[in-house]
């Protein structure tokens, strides 16, 4: 919580990030398969996800950082994200698996 970023953490993250491009695309560089385009959009699709999750983070710790050590305040999130899993999550899960989308 307002923890300044070093030059050693965003090196550490642009590293991070050009780690996985370079794992997900390596053995297709130079060719256009549907493959190829499969993954840049895969990858691409993480990036942005990671990119929101740290936008989120973010955001988060500036409006409810001063709540940070406010046991009520963190019990109430807590079961608000539990319910949100069970209620919403859950049921998208069954039905994914119910039409073959995902089997587990």
């Known amino acids: 919580?307002?923890?300044?970023?070093?030059?050693?953490?965003?090196?550490g993250?642009?590293?991070?990030?050009a780690g996985s491009c370079l794992a997900a695309a390596s053995s297709e560089w130079g060719h256009k398969s549907p493959q190829t385009i499969s993954t840049t959009v895969g990858v691409a699709l993480a990036v942005a996800a990671?990119?929101?999750?740290?936008i989120y983070q973010v955001l988060?710790?500036?409006a409810y950082?001063?709540?940070k050590?406010?046991?009520?305040f963190l019990a109430h999130f807590g079961s608000w994200i539990s319910i949100w899993h069970v209620a919403v999550m859950l049921p998208l899960v069954l039905l994914a698996h119910a039409i073959g989308f995902e089997a587990f």
């Open 1 to 11: 919580f307002a923890e300044p970023a070093s030059a050693v953490q965003l090196l």
């Open 13 to 17: 993250v642009a590293l991070a990030l």
């Open 50 to 54: 990671a990119a929101g999750y740290t």
């Open 60 to 62: 988060f710790r500036w």
């Open 65 to 67: 950082g001063h709540l």
């Open 69 to 72: 050590h406010d046991a009520a």
